[in-house]
């Protein structure tokens, strides 16, 4: 049994980044939010374009007011709004009104802002006296033309967007999206689709939805395989189907050491190398990390696909997503390294946490902030199969190895999902 972190190491080290120039597409600025850069991108233009005020007031030469005993300046004639584009020239012993983000007048170097300033017929009368080059955005100052403006591997939100977008940028070239099969196992199954009631022994496939959102918030597109019953040869048809297509593929139940579970049987069988078959993490025991080729398998640089056999239980499955398989899926779709691996943050725990210790455990609940300092409250009942229990879940707490108690209002680790 492998530790958590060995698992880890061994899972990103079996990922290859997607290759820029062929897994990748060019978009429309305007679809592609949450996608991943898979170029630089380096800005034309200089910003600001050219010197221009901060601020409502009136441009001025700094120099003009050195040897003023009475702060005051004429007042030339004209304004410069935003968005005017004469370019102004201020003579010597001037002030010009000039409103936020208008074009700074040759020759001035200095804006004070109105509120600071008395207008008096043709002067204006300063009540402090301004600090030279105050509220003037110099041409090129926040960037330069032929700097990077967006690095590649950058996740693209609205900020970087609207970056984008100012610099005149309207397409942009992005890493495909990682294509993950997802397949449930299991007698006791049934589809949501399927509108009969449910027999004795009977269940709702939740993972295959639970996945599916997983899989979808991590920026990949799933591919629902649907609920596979304990058969070999239709589980073997479906993993063979689900390797021909995706890049990924995740399959739930069959994983563990009973009589009908197949999956690493099978995944042998097709000439698959299996890495990992279990780990010392609770809940999440039974995990299959395999890899293995397949020549259909097209449009991408290799085709090496990355088998995960999950357990059934639903948080256990989640969890499995969570501590491994987001961080492959990122570290696959060209992301910044930053995001192969989960974020841990010190936060109090609002009750008392407990571990046997022999494994790390992974307790689900909720973190909220209070006074602004991160507090976790742990759900009631860590049942890996009780789902329910599991709504509002947005953080783990982490006990590791040996670590058995952490008492309410103690610090404890805890994962942010």
């Known amino acids: 049994m492998l530790s ?3 698992t880890e190491k061994i899972i990103l080290d079996l990922v290859k980044p997607f290759d820029p120039d062929i897994d990748s597409e060019i978009l429309p600025l305007s679809q592609a939010s949450n ?3 898979a170029e630089d991108i380096k800005s034309e233009l200089d910003f600001p ?11 001025l030469r700094y120099a003009d007011l050195e040897n003023l005993q009475d702060l005051k300046l004429a ?8 968005g005017a584009n004469q370019l102004q020239t201020l003579a010597q012993g001037e002030c010009m009104r000039i409103f936020t983000g208008g074009m700074l007048p040759v020759g001035a170097d200095t ?6 300033t008395e207008r008096v017929g043709a002067f204006l ?7 030279q080059g105050e509220y003037v955005r110099r041409k090129g100052e926040f960037i330069k033309s032929g700097t990077i403006l967006v690095a590649i591997g950058k996740k693209l939100g609205a900020t970087e967007i609207g970056a984008l977008a100012s610099a005149r940028c309207q397409y942009v070239k992005v890493y495909r999206q990682v294509k993950i099969a997802i397949i449930s196992t299991g007698n006791e199954l049934v589809s949501l689709e399927n509108s009969q009631p449910l027999q004795l022994g009977q269940i709702i496939d939740s993972n295959l939805y639970a996945l599916s959102t997983l899989v979808t918030q991590a920026g990949a597109i799933a591919i629902p395989f649907g609920t596979v019953r304990d058969d070999k040869a239709q589980l073997e048809s479906v993993i063979r189907s689900a390797i021909a297509k995706a890049d990924i593929v995740i399959s739930t139940g069959g994983v563990s050491v009973g009589d009908y579970d197949y999956v690493d049987e099978l995944l042998e069988k097709i000439g698959a190398n ?27 640089s290799e085709a090496k696909i990355l088998y995960f056999g999950v357990p059934g239980n639903p948080v256990s499955a989640m969890m499995s997503f969570w501590r491994f398989i ?3 899926i990122a570290k696959m779709n060209g992301i910044h390294e930053t995001y192969w691996y989960p974020q841990f943050i010190k936060a109090i725990t609002s009750e008392d946490l407990h571990s046997q210790g022999r494994r790390e455990t992974y307790l689900w609940g909720n973190l909220a902030y209070q006074k602004g300092n991160p507090v976790f409250q742990p759900v009631k009942n860590y049942s890996s199969g009780n789902l329910i229990g599991a709504i509002g879940t947005n953080a783990i707490a982490v006990m590791r190895v040996n670590q058995t108690y952490v008492s309410s209002g103690d610090e404890a680790i805890v994962m942010l999902i």
């Open 49 to 59: 374009h050219w010197d221009n005020s901060s601020m409502d007031g009136y441009a």
């Open 4 to 6: 958590v972190a060995e």
């Open 75 to 82: 007042i030339a004639s004209g304004e410069i709004p935003a």
């Open 111 to 116: 804006v004070i802002m109105q509120e600071d």
């Open 274 to 300: 299996i890495h990992v078959r279990s780990v010392a993490i609770k809940p999440g025991k039974p995990l299959t990390v395999a890899s293995l080729t397949h020549s259909l398998n097209v449009n991408r």
């Open 35 to 37: 996608r991943i850069l």
């Open 326 to 328: 987001r961080g492959a």
């Open 125 to 131: 009368h300063f009540k402090v006296k301004p600090t």
